[in-house]
C-alpha cells in the first residue's frame, strides 16, 4: 500500500530526536490540554504536540473535509466520523507541512510558534470515547500457558479456541489514559484452603500486555464486516495495560466470565497510531490450517503487525526492571479476523469502540505478557534489581509498557502507557 505519508525518505523541519517514537512518518492523533484552555485535537512530532484547532484557524487545513469543531473537542471520536478517506488526507496534509519539500508553514515563525507546543508544556487527556470494549483472547502462547497453568498443557487449549477469535464484551467507562493512579480493587475471593469465600482486597493484582484498536463507524445492526472491508473501519492502536485481579476473577468467572476482577481498570497509551502509519511493518501471520478455520475468517494478503513490545516494573522511587519483552506479531488472531468475527452475528460498531488484543506472550520464557506467567503463578518470583521479589503487583508499583516498530531507518511508536498501584480504599 502506497501511502505518501510513510515515505522512508521523508524528513522534517522540526528537530526529531534520535529514536524518537514520533518521527514524520508517524503524526498520531491524541488530545491535549494547554494551560486551562479547553481540550483540543493534536497530532506529534518529536517532543512537540500539534495543534490542530490552530492548525485549522490559521487556514493550513483549508479544502480537506474537516470543521472547526472536529478540532475544538474533547475526543478524537468527530474527527473519526470523516472515516479511513478524511483521516487519511489529514495525515497526508500534516506530513507536507512539517516536510523540508515544502515550507508554507517554516517560513511563517510566528505560526509555528503557535502550532508547535512543547510536550512538557501540555497534559495527555483521555483520546477517544468509547461507548463498547471487547477484549479478545488472541495469543496462542498466553492461552497456552494459562491452560497449562489451570488446567494441564495437554488440555491447555479449550476447543473452540483455534476455530473463533475469542472474546467478552468488558468495561469501557473503567478505561483509562496513561498517567491516572488506580486503586487495589476488593471482591470476594476463594482461597484454596476456604470452603466459603472472602471479602478483601485483591492479592494477586497483574497487569496484562495488550494493545487496543478503534473504530470508525461501522455497518448497521444486521450487517456484517468482511476481513476485507475490516481495513476500513480500523482507525488505529494504542498499548493497553488490561488489569486483571487473579484472585477475584478466579472465583467469579466461571460460568460467565470476566466481572469484577477486569472492571476496575484498562489503561491505555494517549497517542493513537494510525493504521496507515503501522502499514510498513505488516507481516504474514501463523499457518491456520490445523485445524482449517471456516472462510469467514480467512483473509489477503500480510495482516499481522510487527511491533516490540516491553512491560516494566517500577517501585516507588527505585529503577525501572524489565520483566517482559514480547511482540505482537505472536498474535494468532489478527485485527481483521477480530474484527470479521465480532460482526458475524450483526453486531454493530460504533464510532469509538476499542478492541483489545488480549495479553501477548511470546513463545519463550521472558516474552510472557502477565505477572501470572512470569511468576508462573507465583512458584517462580522475579528478582527486582533492589533486591526484592515480585510474585504479582506490590502498592507503590507503577507498571509501563511500551512498544514501537523498525524498519528501513524509521521507528513508529507509541510512547507509553504507564499506571501507578496505590493501596486499596
Known sequence: MNIAANNPALTSWVEVPENSDFPI??????????????????????????????LFVLGYLDNTPFTLEDFDTKTLNQMMMKG???????????SKLFSTEHDDLQKNEHHVSQILIP??????????????????????????????????????????????????????????????????????????????????????????????????????????????????????????NDWSARDIQGWEYVPLGPFLGKSFASCISPWIVTI???????????????????????????????IKLDVIIQPENGDENIVGQSNYKYMYWNMNQQLAHHTVNGCNISCGDAMGSGT???????????????????TKPFKMSDGTERKFINDGDTVIMRGFSEKDGVRIGFGEVATKVLPAK
Not at 478524511?86 to 500534516?94: A, K, S, V, Y
Not at 505488516?282 to 471456516?294: A, E, N, V
Request: aromatic share 12%; net charge negative.
Open 84 to 94: 479511513k478517506t478524511g483521516t487519511r488526507q489529514l495525515r497526508d496534509r500534516i
Open 360 to 378: 501477548i506472550s511470546g513463545p519463550e520464557e521472558g516474552m510472557y505478557g502477565s505477572m501470572l506467567e512470569i511468576s508462573w503463578k507465583g
Open 119 to 240: 510536550m512538557a508544556q501540555v497534559s495527555m487527556e483521555m483520546p477517544i470515547y468509547s461507548r463498547d470494549y471487547t477484549d479478545f483472547y488472541s495469543s496462542e502462547q498466553h492461552a497456552f500457558n494459562v491452560g497449562c497453568l489451570f488446567r494441564d498443557p495437554d488440555n491447555a487449549l479449550l476447543p473452540n479456541w483455534k476455530h473463533i477469535p475469542v472474546g467478552y464484551h468488558g468495561r469501557a467507562s473503567s478505561i483509562i489514559v496513561s498517567g491516572q493512579d488506580i486503586y487495589r480493587p476488593k471482591g470476594q475471593k476463594k482461597p484454596p484452603s476456604a470452603d466459603v469465600p472472602v471479602f478483601g482486597q485483591s492479592n494477586l493484582l497483574d497487569f496484562e500486555l495488550e494493545t487496543v484498536f478503534f473504530t470508525y463507524q461501522g455497518k448497521p445492526l444486521g450487517d456484517v464486516i468482511s476481513t476485507d472491508e475490516a481495513d476500513d473501519f480500523i482507525f488505529g492502536m494504542a498499548l493497553f
Open 276 to 306: 496507515d502509519a503501522l502499514e510498513p511493518f505488516r507481516i504474514p501471520g501463523p499457518k491456520q490450517d490445523d485445524p482449517k478455520i471456516l472462510p469467514y475468517l480467512e483473509y489477503k494478503d500480510d495482516k499481522h503487525i510487527d
Open 25 to 54: 512518518q508517524n503524526l498520531p492523533f491524541g488530545i491535549i490540554q494547554l494551560n486551562g484552555d479547553s481540550p483540543r485535537v493534536a497530532s506529534r512530532i518529536g517532543d512537540f504536540a500539534i495543534d490542530l484547532k490552530t
